[in-house]
C-alpha cells in the first residue's frame, strides 16, 4: 500500500489544495528559453504576462532567469540573480496574491528570492546536486520544494542518456534527496521527474505512460511537458506548432496522477483540468449511485 499524497501544500501561509491540480505558468526572464512565446525582458512584458496567467486561472508563477534548454550556456550568479530577483519584486508589488516559484538551483538567489523578493516555492532543476548548500537553505525557509530529476547538465544532458530503467533509477535518485529532506524536518516536497532532462524522446513517453508509478513516494507529482522537443519532434512540427500535442499529454499526466501542470499556456491547461474534473464527478456520482 503507497503512502497518500499530502492533499495540500503551504505556500507562505495559503494552502493550495491539490484535490484539483494546480497550474504553473513560466515566465522566463530569458534572451535563449526553448520557447521563443516564453522569453520577457522588460518591465512591462513581465507585468503584462503575469496579469494575463493570473487571468487566466494560473495557481502558481514560475519565475526563472536561467536557460535549461539543451546546449545552453552557462551564466554569472549576478547576471541570473539580476533578471530574477527584479521579476520577483515587480509581480509580488504588482499582485501581492500571486503564489511565485523561483526556479534556480542556485541557493543564494533562491534564499534572496524568498526573504527579500516575496517568492513562496523553491524549484530547483537540479535537485541540490549543483549547490550543496541548497537543502540547508530549503529547510530553513521551510517553504515548498520542488525535487526535479536530471542526468547531466543542459549542455551535455542529452548526449545519450542511457537507464536501466527510467522509473525505478529516478526514483532511486529521489528516494535519496527525499529521506534527506524528510529527516531535516521539510514538510512540502514536490516531485518532478523531469521531463526532457536526460531523456530521450522514447524515455519521455515511457515517463509518462508510467506516470502512476511516481505514487509510491507519497508526494505531490509536477509535470513539465508543455511543449517539449518530444511533442513537436513526434508530431514533425515546429514548437509554435506544439500547443495541441502539449494539451493532449497534459490530459495523460493528469489521468496518470499529475498533482501540477508546469506550463506555457495557461488557459488552456485550466480547460484541461476543468473537463477532466468534470469527468471525475460524473464517475464519482455513479459510483455513489451504485453503493
Keep these: 500500500m503507497f503512502p497518500e499524497k499530502p492533499r495540500y501544500i503551504n505556500a507562505g501561509g495559503r494552502l493550495l489544495d491539490l484535490e484539483i491540480p494546480k497550474v504553473m505558468g ?28 493570473l487571468e487566466d486561472g494560473a495557481d502558481i508563477l514560475d519565475i526563472g ?17 539580476n533578471r530574477v530577483l527584479k521579476a520577483v519584486k515587480l509581480i509580488n508589488r504588482k499582485f501581492p496574491e ?6 534556480t538551483f542556485r541557493a543564494d538567489i533562491a534564499r534572496e528570492a524568498v ?17 550543496d548548500r541548497m ?12 525535487l526535479m530529476h536530471m542526468k ?3 549542455r551535455t544532458m542529452q548526449n545519450k542518456p542511457v537507464y536501466e530503467d527510467i522509473v525505478a533509477d529516478i526514483l532511486k535518485w529521489l528516494g535519496d534527496r527525499i529521506f534527506k529532506l524528510k529527516s531535516a524536518g521539510l514538510k512540502d516536497i514536490i516531485i518532478d521527474p523531469g521531463f526532457g532532462f536526460g531523456k530521450t524522446i522514447d524515455h519521455n513517453f515511457e515517463l509518462l505512460r508510467r ?3 511516481f505514487s509510491i513516494a507519497g508526494l505531490p507529482v509536477l509535470v513539465g511537458i508543455s511543449r517539449k522537443s518530444m511533442i513537436w519532434k513526434t508530431l514533425d512540427i515546429s514548437v509554435d506548432e506544439a500547443l495541441n500535442g502539449t494539451t493532449a499529454l ?29 469527468v471525475k464527478n460524473i464517475e464519482t456520482r455513479n459510483a455513489q449511485r451504485a453503493t
Excluded at 115 to 131: K, S
Excluded at 135 to 146: D, G, H, R, T
Aim: aromatic share 6%; glycine share 10%.
Design 211 to 213: 506516470l502512476g508509478d
Design 135 to 146: 537543502f540547508s537553505v530549503v529547510e530553513k525557509l521551510n517553504v515548498p520544494y520542488i
Design 152 to 154: 547531466g547538465d543542459p
Design 115 to 131: 526573504v527579500g523578493c516575496g517568492a513562496t516555492i523553491i524549484n530547483d532543476i537540479a535537485g541540490g546536486d549543483y549547490d
Design 26 to 53: 513560466i515566465i522566463n526572464i530569458t534572451p535563449d528559453s526553448f520557447y521563443k512565446g516564453s522569453r520577457y525582458g522588460t518591465d512591462e512584458e513581465i507585468l503584462v504576462t503575469a496579469a494575463r496567467m
Design 65 to 81: 532567469g536561467y536557460s535549461s534548454r539543451p546546449g545552453a550556456k552557462d551564466i554569472s550568479v549576478d547576471e541570473e540573480s
Design 98 to 103: 500571486a503564489i511565485i516559484s523561483v526556479d
Design 250 to 278: 497534459n490530459a495523460i499526466a493528469i489521468l496518470n496522477g499529475a498533482d501540477i501542470l508546469r506550463v506555457h499556456d495557461v488557459r488552456e491547461a485550466i480547460q484541461t483540468v476543468r473537463l477532466i474534473k468534470k
